[in-house]
T-cell receptor, first 119, second 114 residues
C-alpha cells in the first residue's frame, strides 16, 4: 500500500518570504499523480498544484511550484512571496494512475503541515 | 451549484443514534468519494462510487457505516449506532470521468458524538 509522509507538523514564514514544505511517499508503482491541497479553517480542501509522475518538468502555478524527485520519492512544495492568505493546513496526496482498478482512484494523504504566515 | 455541497455542516448526536450525511457533487461528475478526517490528521478514504456503483468500500471502518448513491448523483453516508470514535469531519469529493482529473472537495460535515 502507498504511504505519504509529511515530516513537518508546523512551519512558519515571514510575509513575502519563501517557504518549502516537504513530502515523501512510498510506492512500487511507476505511474501516479501527486497533489498538494490547502485546507483553511473553513475545512474545504483546495487543490494547489498537481504533478504527473511521468512528467519530468516540475509543475508551477503562479507562486506555487514543486520539486519532484521521482527516484527519491520526494515531492516538496515551494511557496514564493508568501501572503497572509496562504496560512492553512497543507496536505500532500498520492493517487495511482491505474484507471478503474478498484482502490486505484482514492487519494492517500499525508498528516499535513500547518503553515503560519507572520506579518 | 458550482461546487460540491455537503449537509449538514455540523451534526451533534448522542452515542447510539443513527446519522445521515448528504453530499451533492458537481453536476456531471461521475466519481464520488467519501473521506473521514480525524482532528489534526489527514483525510482517510472511506468509499468510492462511479455513477451509482460502489466500486470500493474498503475504507469503511465497520458494518455500521453504509453509503449509497442510488441515482448516480447525490450520495448519503449513514452511520448506525454511532460511537464516540466516529467523531470527525466527513469530506465528500467528486471528479469527472477523465483520467487524472483532480477531486473537488466539499466543506465537510463535522460530526460530534456525545
Amino acid at each position: 500500500a502507498q504511504t505519504v509522509t509529511q515530516s513537518q507538523p508546523e512551519m512558519s514564514v515571514q510575509e513575502a518570504e519563501t517557504v518549502t514544505l516537504s513530502c515523501t511517499y512510498d510506492t512500487s508503482e511507476s505511474d501516479y499523480y501527486l497533489f498538494w491541497y490547502k485546507q483553511p479553517p473553513s475545512r474545504q480542501m483546495i487543490l494547489v498544484i498537481r504533478q504527473e509522475a511521468y512528467k519530468q518538468q516540475n509543475a508551477t502555478e503562479n507562486r506555487f511550484s514543486v520539486n519532484f524527485q521521482k527516484a527519491a520519492k520526494s515531492f516538496s512544495l515551494k511557496i514564493s512571496d508568501s501572503q497572509l492568505g496562504d496560512a492553512a493546513m497543507y496536505f500532500c496526496a498520492y493517487r495511482s494512475e491505474r484507471g478503474l482498478i478498484q482502490g486505484a482512484q482514492k487519494l492517500v494523504f499525508g498528516q499535513g503541515t500547518r503553515l503560519t504566515i507572520n506579518p | 451549484g458550482a461546487g460540491v455541497s455537503q449537509s449538514p455542516r455540523y451534526k451533534v448526536a448522542k452515542r447510539g443514534q443513527d446519522v445521515a450525511l448528504r453530499c451533492d457533487p458537481i453536476s456531471g461528475h461521475v466519481s464520488l468519494f467519501w473521506y473521514q478526517q480525524a482532528l489534526g490528521q489527514g483525510p482517510e478514504f472511506l468509499t468510492y462510487f462511479q455513477n451509482e456503483a460502489q466500486l470500493d468500500k474498503s475504507g469503511l471502518p465497520s458494518d455500521r457505516f453504509f453509503a449509497e448513491r442510488p441515482e448516480g448523483s447525490v450520495s448519503t453516508l449513514k452511520i448506525q449506532r454511532t460511537q464516540q470514535e466516529d467523531s470527525a469531519v466527513y469530506l465528500c469529493a467528486s471528479s469527472s470521468k477523465n483520467e487524472g482529473q483532480p477531486q473537488h472537495f466539499g466543506d465537510g460535515t463535522r460530526l460530534s458524538i456525545l
